[in-house]
């Protein structure tokens, strides 16, 4: 089963008695993450017969999962999870609960689930998955681990409302072509001429993902650049990022910056 890197990190972590009790994860995707952790949680647990079938159809009663409904986690989901994880399990000494959205608990919720944080049993792990770190409590973040897990999204063509997508390719190589080759100049190509084709941050999103696209497949093999995966990870980050970024410029700066280091 294929993990990607922030998984088969993870893995690493697991398999080195390494592993801590409880770990956040700060996606741009949640469903994608979520699934992700489920296929993770199937290795871990791969001495459990027909556990691929089990979590798929979810049926394995050591893994909990908790999702907001009509936009609230509420309290009596926290207390069946204590309750259920209160009994012995007959598959596994490992008992796994994933909260998705944890910032939607309210209060009665958030206030069970820190008492369940604060005295950790060592056969409970816990993942919590969310787009928004900065709306979870400190308290919550300080008992988890950070992880970043962060998706590269098919560029959809129908988002440059019938724009031509030639001059994204063209900017787009032409822009790889001075990073790589004039790294000087990157910076005023991103100002004269980036930010003004593209001056709506929905433009920018797509030229990123044309960048990675770009990079992704090394211009059709017919460019061979440095460190490709490091900056595919770089351009992640950064359209991760955009979407909380109000200054373009500084921010396609600061992107140049980390890809130029990485060829020096």
Do not use: W
Request: charged share 25%; proline share 2%.
């Amino acid at each position: 089963m294929q993990l990607n890197s922030t998984f088969e990190d993870l893995l690493k972590l697991y398999n080195e008695n390494r592993f801590s009790h409880c770990y956040l994860f700060e996606t741009n995707n949640i469903e994608m993450c979520f699934n992700s952790l489920k296929n993770f949680i199937k290795i871990i647990c791969n001495d459990v017969p027909n556990i691929n079938e089990l979590i798929d159809k979810n049926c394995y009663p050591s893994l909990k999962i908790i999702e907001p409904t009509n936009g609230t986690i509420k309290k009596d989901e926290i207390d069946n999870l204590k309750q259920s994880f209160a009994l012995s399990s007959i598959y596994s000494s490992n008992k796994i609960y994933i909260i998705k959205n944890p910032e939607l608990m309210n209060s009665s919720a958030y206030n069970k689930l820190l008492k369940f944080l604060e005295e950790p049993e060592d056969n409970i792990i816990g993942f919590f998955i969310t787009n928004s770190k900065e709306n979870i409590a400190p308290t919550i973040i300080s008992r988890c681990e950070i992880i970043r897990d962060i998706y590269s999204e098919d560029l959809d063509k129908n988002l440059l409302n019938n724009l031509d997508y030639e001059k994204y390719i063209n900017n787009a190589k032409k822009y790889i072509e001075i990073l790589e080759l004039d790294y000087n100049n990157i910076f005023m190509y991103n100002y004269n001429v980036i930010l003004k084709e593209f001056n709506e941050k929905k433009q920018i999103i797509c030229f990123l993902k044309v960048l990675y696209e770009l990079y992704e497949s090394d211009f059709n093999l017919d460019k061979k650049f440095k460190n490709i995966q490091k900056k595919l990870k770089i351009l992640l980050k950064y359209l991760y990022q955009i979407q909380y970024n109000v200054n373009l410029n500084l921010m396609l700066d600061s992107m140049a910056i980390e890809i130029g280091e990485i060829n020096e």
